[in-house]
Nanobody, 124 residues
Framework: QLQFVESGGGLVQPGGSLRLSCAISQYTSDYYIIGWFRQVPGKEHEGVSCIGSPHGDTYYKTSVKGRFTISRDNAKNSVYLQMNDLRPEDTGVYYC?????????????????WGKGTLVTVSS
């Protein structure tokens, strides 16, 4: 069973930035896809951004394109999400997840393991 350590969440004003980090207990190179998902009360998890390996192909939810950047460091078994120009609608619990799917997907149902999440609140 994988262990995830997510960090970087918090309270930020609109227009601010946060950097989420997720350290994973096993070799991330074993998993083609690592991603970040967001959940708000009453709604399903939505894929925010996912990244494949080894080519680093990426997916971004339309509303975050140009503001968020995902990256992974297989040597550190970690994935990061740099979030800039944050908006109130970015608020939610952000979860790190991995998948062995061999094609790039950022669908909740394709993920194999999940972290416990970190809360991001964007509010003035």
């Amino acid at each position: 069973q994988l262990q995830f350590v997510e960090s970087g969440g918090g309270l930020v004003q609109p227009g601010g930035s946060l950097r989420l980090s997720c350290a994973i207990s096993q070799y991330t190179s074993d998993y083609y896809i690592i991603g970040w998902f967001r959940q708000v009360p009453g709604k399903e998890h939505e894929g925010v951004s996912c990244i494949g390996s080894p080519h680093g192909d990426t997916y971004y939810k339309t509303s975050v394109k140009g503001r968020f950047t995902i990256s992974r460091d297989n040597a550190k078994n970690s994935v990061y999400l740099q979030m800039n120009d944050l908006r109130p609608e970015d608020t939610g619990v952000y979860y790190c997840a991995v998948s062995r799917q061999v094609y790039l997907t950022c669908d909740y149902y394709d993920m194999d393991y999940w972290g416990k999440g970190t809360l991001v609140t964007v509010s003035s």
